[in-house]
């Protein structure tokens, strides 16, 4: 399975600050010196080693955390969300996960998830499907948001609406027997195979999150 790509010295730069607004910087908890860095292309793709987040001032925790579910759900559906809470004196870690969703074809622009060329492509001649996960995380001065974006391809034993050799029985496998098997609606299906995150909608939801709680509209 494999993940982000690598990343170059030089951090990615961001829109100009609005006047009396700090402005949010893609940082890891790690700190400054682990800056969100754009990624290199043509390298070898490797689990990623620094968490692609944005910092952002929040001012109003209803309007902020409104605003980061609506930016979730113009790509993806959201399954559930826990937002961040004061227990005692301490405030929780707050969680957006949406479900599984096949992704957007060259037919669907009004679809977001599939984000770049490439994406684009791929979603439309193989069966993708990307599921979110989203993390808030109460910081000194504002919320840190991550945003953890994970691909599948489904990989099926046959085409699908095939009909060929349906009503034969198959030489290459024997046959299986489902009577004790559990159902189940978490299990992982054995089709889908993991292909790693997609940093590219990741990016994107991170700096349409970013626009949302920087520059509020009127």
């Known amino acids: 399975m494999s993940g982000c790509h690598h990343f170059q010295e030089a951090p990615v730069p961001l829109t100009a600050p609005v006047v009396g607004t700090a402005q949010p910087t893609f940082v890891a908890p790690g700190g400054a010196n682990s800056l969100f860095q754009a990624p290199q292309m043509g390298q070898t793709q490797s689990e990623p080693t620094v968490t692609q987040g944005v910092l952002v001032p929040v001012v109003n ?15 993806f559906r959201v399954d559930q969300e826990n937002r961040v809470q004061l227990v005692g004196n301490v405030l929780t870690e707050g969680r957006i996960d949406t479900f599984p969703q096949v992704g957007s074809t060259l037919l669907e622009p ?9 994406n684009l492509f791929e979603s439309t001649f193989q069966s993708i ?11 000194q001065g504002g919320w840190f948001v991550e945003a953890i974006v ?9 085409p699908e609406n095939s009909t060929a050799g ?13 009577m004790n098997e559990q159902v189940s609606r978490t299990r992982p299906s054995a089709y889908w195979i993991p292909l790693g995150r997609d ?18 509209r009127e």
């Open 110 to 118: 009004q679809m977001r998830d599939s984000v770049g060329r490439y």
């Open 129 to 139: 499907r990307r599921r979110a996960e989203i993390r808030v995380i109460p910081q």
């Open 150 to 158: 994970q691909k599948e391809i489904e990989d099926l034993p046959r």
């Open 166 to 178: 349906a009503a034969v029985f198959r030489s290459d496998n024997s046959l299986r027997s489902n």
């Open 61 to 75: 925790e209803d309007f902020a955390w409104e605003q980061i579910v609506d930016v979730v759900d113009d790509y």
């Open 199 to 216: 940093c590219e909608v990741e990016l994107q939801m991170l700096e349409d999150i970013q626009e949302r709680l920087t520059n509020p």
